[in-house]
């Protein structure tokens, strides 16, 4: 308490004449708006107007203090602050606070003077600590200007001069009026936040408990209706798009916007509208059909900001009935995706069956004539693709040779398929006809022009492969390095510092090797041969 007494002998004091009126100019000011001749402001005129108690014509004269004064709960802003078709100056104070006490009586007159063109609205932030902390205040005596349920701006402790008074107030009041020193974008962020979380609080407070209980009670027996009526997929469904509806609301009270349902959208009619109980719930926290159009559904029509209270409760209970059915959901979901894969693998079966008999009925009788020969020049890598029939000859092929057969020149025709090598030469066979050699329905061939720089005829395939197989034949030698150790010659183990060998293996052939032995070389191997047998018997004898 001691240093409570302390901080307000401190704390500067502002003396306010009691007939200011902060929406009068400054003396001395020309010009007078519509807003400030109906407060009456402006030089002698209106102190004179003032001194006889009277406005100009068509302007309200001085209000009674019960009708713009308002000393309230927080239950009752909603009603009062929210819903107030004036400006709204709130003044949150305490009743131990000096500065509190020196201010209030010239907002009050404020107030009176002004004739209705605003409300005083005071706010004890002792006894309201859950507006107090959700306006976030932290120095007494804090006014805050609201218009339309919103805060625009606000001002901590006593009021530095008459001029500062005057533009906060023009500001509110007057519309077009900017503040002077101007709101920033930084302060204007705060200030949207501070409106919602004021809006919440309020609304909270204003709804009773057996309200509360009440619409908890209801919302749930609608969504197990909806089970009911449909499948917990469906209903699931149409939770979860309610719940969407209402967030939109709650997250922004002001945006008109999010207060209409348009229930023959395309997404709403299937999961919503076909639902009685669905609608049910939606009509159960505040929205109603709009006059003249029964399919749109508002809520708070009229007013500036929407009591988000029902809201909260409704979309809690969709939250926890969500949360306690979250087995049950997932199996009707799992069920529902594999309904819809069923039906889809159906669809594409179907149409796969018609695209089939489509195809059926449209494809093209195939000639049991008709030939293809894929011919290639010896020599080069283009190939030709020869249309013919099957009863032409071998020798007509050779006539559809691109660019023709010199006179005189041999032609050769190989088809490795069908094991097939022909000369021009061989008559009997250039006049069968391609059936009759088995070229048919396709065939791939290489023609060979000319007998060759070697002037014999080619050997047939067999031949050829024997001579290869002749070529493989002969000597050959295999360099097989590698480190060998000093001490057991094992091959493989590296030694460091060297010392290994290189050996070259000369591999030749088992039959090469027996013919190329020498004769005399044996006879030498037979003789040591013998001469170890005689030792051994000579070492037996001696023992």
């Given at each position: ?12 004091e ?8 902060p ?7 020309g ?17 004179a ?14 209000a ?16 009062i ?59 007494l ?20 001069d ?39 609080v ?12 009440r ?37 922004d ?15 709403i ?28 559904l ?19 209970c969709?939250?926890?009935w969500?949360?306690k059915?979250?087995y049950?959901?997932a ?6 995706r594999?309904e ?5 693998l ?12 489509e ?7 195939i000639?049991?004539?008709?030939c ?11 190939v ?43 008559t009997?066979?250039?006049?069968k ?30 031949e ?26 094992a091959?493989g ?8 060998v ?14 190329n ?16 047998v005689?030792?051994?018997e ?6």
């Open positions: 308490m001691e240093a409570k007494k302390e901080a307000e002998a401190n704390m500067k502002i003396k306010v004449d009691a007939n200011f009126d929406t009068q100019p400054a003396p001395g000011a010009g007078m708006n519509a807003a400030a001749a109906g407060l009456g402001l402006g030089g002698a005129t209106g102190a107007a003032n001194s006889q108690g009277a406005k100009p014509d068509g302007m309200p004269g001085p009674k203090k019960e009708d713009v004064v308002f000393d309230i709960t927080t239950d009752q802003i909603q009603e602050i929210m819903e107030s078709p004036v400006p709204v100056l709130l003044d949150v104070y305490a009743d131990w606070c000096g500065p509190c006490k020196a201010l209030a009586p010239a907002l009050e007159q404020m107030a009176v003077k002004a004739g209705g063109m605003f409300r005083l609205v005071k706010l004890n932030s002792d006894n309201e600590r859950s507006a107090s902390q959700a306006l976030e205040v932290k120095a005596p804090t006014v805050f200007g609201i218009r339309d349920g919103k805060i625009v701006n606000m001002f901590q402790g006593m009021p530095r008459e001029e500062m008074m005057r533009n906060f107030m023009m500001g509110l009041m007057v519309p077009g009026t900017e503040f002077n020193p101007p709101v920033t974008a930084e302060q204007k962020k705060e200030f949207a936040v501070l409106s919602t979380k004021l809006t919440k309020v609304g909270s407070a204003s709804f009773p408990f057996s309200a509360r209980e619409l908890q009670d209801r919302t749930v027996a609608r969504l197990d209706e909806l089970v009911q009526n449909t499948n917990m997929a469906d209903a699931e469904e149409a939770a979860k798009t309610i719940r969407t509806l209402l967030s939109n609301v709650i997250r009270p002001y945006e008109t916007k999010f207060r209409k349902v348009n229930l023959a959208n395309k997404v009619a299937a999961r919503v509208a076909s639902q009685p109980s669905a609608v049910a719930i939606l009509k159960s926290v505040g929205f109603g059909a709009e006059e003249g159009d029964g399919h749109i508002v809520i708070g029509k009229g007013k500036k900001a929407v009591n988000v209270a029902p809201l909260l409760v409704a979309r809690d969709i939250d926890k969500i949360d059915n979250r049950e959901i199996k009707a979901a799992r069920l529902k594999d819809l894969e069923r039906a889809r159906a669809a594409e079966a179907e149409l796969e069956d018609e695209y089939d008999s195809e059926e009925e449209e494809e093209e009788q000639d049991p004539d008709a293809t020969i894929r011919l290639r020049i010896d020599g080069k890598k283009k030709h693709d020869l249309a013919m029939r099957a009863d032409n000859t071998l020798s007509s092929l050779v006539d559809k040779l691109p660019g023709g057969v010199p006179a005189g020149e041999e032609v050769q025709i190989t088809c490795t398929a069908r094991r097939l090598i022909v000369k021009s030469s061989d009997d066979v250039m006049n006809t391609l059936r009759e050699l088995k070229l048919m329905p396709s065939a791939s061939v290489v023609v060979k022009i000319g007998s060759g720089s070697s002037g014999t005829s080619s050997s047939s395939l067999a050829r492969a024997k001579a290869r197989q002749e070529r493989k034949k002969g000597e050959h030698t295999m360099a097989s390095v590698g480190i060998y150790s000093k001490d057991d010659n091959k183990e590296l030694i460091d510092g060297g010392g290994g290189w050996y070259e293996h000369d591999v030749t052939s088992d039959d090469e090797a027996e013919e032995q020498d004769p005399i070389a044996e006879d030498q191997h037979d003789e040591e041969s013998g001469d170890e005689e030792l051994e000579s070492y037996d004898e001696t023992d």
